[in-house]
């Protein structure tokens, strides 16, 4: 995947994608495999913002029985199933914990009723998955002992036992967006980051081009398209003021929501624990307040997410110090034998999602469980234009196929039916990811926790990468010794996977920002390998890893990092 200007402005395309997250990268493969060409500008990098504030779950739906929306729980339980198969060494089962207390709705009696109606309605959530290790198992009820004894802690008043059902988690939500882009380049999309929407040329109540800016290099071009999708999330607002000329009002209303990664909690499966104060004000079956959710996760445990008002411009999101000091103690009230205190945060993350309930209390607003689609010819727009904000990571792929299907109904041409139900991503052709990993340690003689990590990031493709870092005893090695993130994987994050700044390597292309702050040795290691590829000198490189040191500290927070 290379990052080509000069293709954007050459050619003209059958779609153009405007954002570059996991939706309009995942728009794009679908395009593309539909026969359309396609081309993704991103105003920063792939899967920066919204997209990397993700809580690394793929949701089979089960809460949504309280909804009584057995359609939307059918879609989760069929896209966990699609991801699981697309990416197999990206996505993997996980099993969840939910106390039970008392008799009523909240009571075991309820949940086992539950399990049962989610087991019934996803009987087949594991069709086409032929590795036992990526297969959902049934849920069961377990007694109040067995869940004393598997979540120490647990709040115990009326406690009369708990449900376990599985689910998926990601091993990595950044690989796994960037395996959206990399397979829509492989198909023959063009894909730029840095490269913004700043205005439209519309003729006769079309688009016919978008003016994009080379925001690293600053200068302008036309993107050609004949059909255009607006994928900029919460900038969709402020992109769609641009047809219009002038820079208009940044402000946009949508719910804030945060993660944490903090130390590993003595849990060894993820876990549901009620609010004290929010609830679900959408459930048509009021189980009681909303939950939090706390994950295992390479290590640490990721615990989320908030709901909060966000009125203002996006670029301005951030989490603040105030925000992870709300969220731990909102999660305290809630499991104070968690223990959690500010030391044990390693980092966080968080994005912006539509409103559900837009007349909510500011601190305990309710982000919609539903995208936002507006196909903009039926509303006296341009007749090329349609916009497209998603809610879960987990339909990414089924709204994806949504647009696909409106361009070539646009366009009257392409291949109508879909295909990402047939294909890959980028990696995932592996059956057996414990099988690839094993074969990386006795092939390449990796250690046992390099092989691993590289093949969850990297699947099918890791031995060509693997070979390609071994023919240089340099890149083999460790970036510093606190890390083993290898300067190969610096080299590759940049010559095959677009990656532009240091922040693209740490934060997106490798995983040696995944658990907060890596040192800074590495840090200054990563830009050394960077800067020799990009052709930084000195003083860039240095100004690369204060941009990435000030990633580290809370927006609004100037203090260095120790």
Not at 17 to 31: H, N, P, Q, S
Request: with cysteine.
């Amino acid at each position: 995947m290379r990052r080509d200007l000069r293709r954007l402005a050459d050619e003209t395309f059958d779609v153009a994608v405007l954002g570059g997250g996991v939706y309009g990268l995942a728009a794009a493969w679908a395009c593309a495999l539909r026969g359309l060409s396609a081309a993704v500008v991103e105003r920063g990098d792939f899967g920066a913002a919204t997209s990397a504030g993700s809580l690394k779950l793929i949701h089979g739906g089960l809460r949504y029985l309280q909804h009584l929306d057995f359609a939307r729980m059918r879609l989760s339980i069929r896209e966990r199933r699609h991801m699981l198969r697309m990416a197999p060494h990206l996505v993997h089962p996980l099993p969840f914990l939910i106390p039970c207390y008392g008799h009523g709705i909240r009571g075991p009696e309820a949940m086992r009723a539950a399990l049962l109606a989610n087991d019934l309605i996803s009987a087949d959530r594991n069709r086409g998955l032929s590795d036992d290790a990526h297969r959902i198992p049934r849920g069961r009820m377990i007694s109040a002992a067995e869940c004393r004894r598997r979540l120490p802690g647990v709040p115990e008043r009326g406690l009369t036992g708990a449900a376990i059902f599985w689910d998926a988690q990601m091993y990595s939500s950044e690989r796994l967006t960037l395996a959206f882009g990399l397979s829509a380049a492989e198909q023959g999309a063009a894909l730029a980051n840095y490269a913004e929407a700043v205005g439209f040329d519309l003729r006769n109540g079309r688009i016919v081009a978008v003016r994009v800016r080379d925001r690293l290099g600053g200068a302008d071009l036309a993107l050609r398209a004949r059909v255009v999708l607006n994928m900029t999330g919460p900038w969709s607002d402020i992109t769609l003021a641009r047809l219009h000329g002038a820079e208009r009002d940044r402000s946009v209303r949508r719910s804030k929501g945060i993660q944490l990664i903090v130390r590993r909690l003595p849990c060894e499966i993820a876990y549901g624990i009620e609010s004290r104060s929010e609830r679900d004000k959408t459930a048509r079956i009021p189980r009681g307040n909303r939950s939090y959710f706390a994950t295992p996760w390479r290590g640490a445990t990721i615990i989320g997410t908030t709901d909060t008002l966000f009125a203002g411009d996006p670029d301005a999101f951030g989490v603040t110090e105030e925000d992870i000091a709300g969220f731990l103690s909102a999660f305290d009230q809630a499991h104070p034998g968690a223990g959690l205190s500010r030391a044990d945060v390693r980092f966080w993350c968080g994005g912006l999602r539509p409103l559900g309930d837009v007349d909510a209390d500011p601190d305990h607003v309710q982000a919609s469980n539903r995208p936002e689609i507006v196909d903009h010819a039926r509303a006296g727009g341009p007749a090329n234009l349609l916009t497209v904000v998603g809610v879960k990571y987990t339909v990414v792929r089924a709204l994806a196929e949504q647009a696909a299907a409106w361009a070539v109904a646009r366009l009257g041409r392409g291949d109508v039916r879909p295909r990402t139900t047939e294909r890959r991503l980028v990696g995932g052709d592996v059956e057996d990811v414990r099988a690839l990993v094993h074969g990386l340690e006795r092939e390449f003689g990796l250690p046992a926790e390099t092989a691993e990590r590289l093949g969850r990031c990297h699947g099918s493709a890791t031995p060509r990468l693997v070979r390609s870092m071994l023919s240089d005893p340099m890149l083999a090695a460790p970036l510093a010794p606190q890390t083993d993130i290898r300067r190969g994987e610096v080299v590759h994050a940049c010559r095959e996977e677009a990656a532009v700044r240091l922040a693209d390597v740490v934060f997106r292309r490798t995983e040696l920002g995944a658990l907060g702050h890596p040192g800074r040795a590495a840090l200054e290691a990563a830009a050394a390998a960077a800067a020799t590829e990009l052709g930084w000198d000195a003083a860039r490189a240095a100004r690369e890893v204060e941009e990435v040191e000030a990633a580290f500290r809370p927006a609004g927070n100037t203090e260095a990092t120790a």
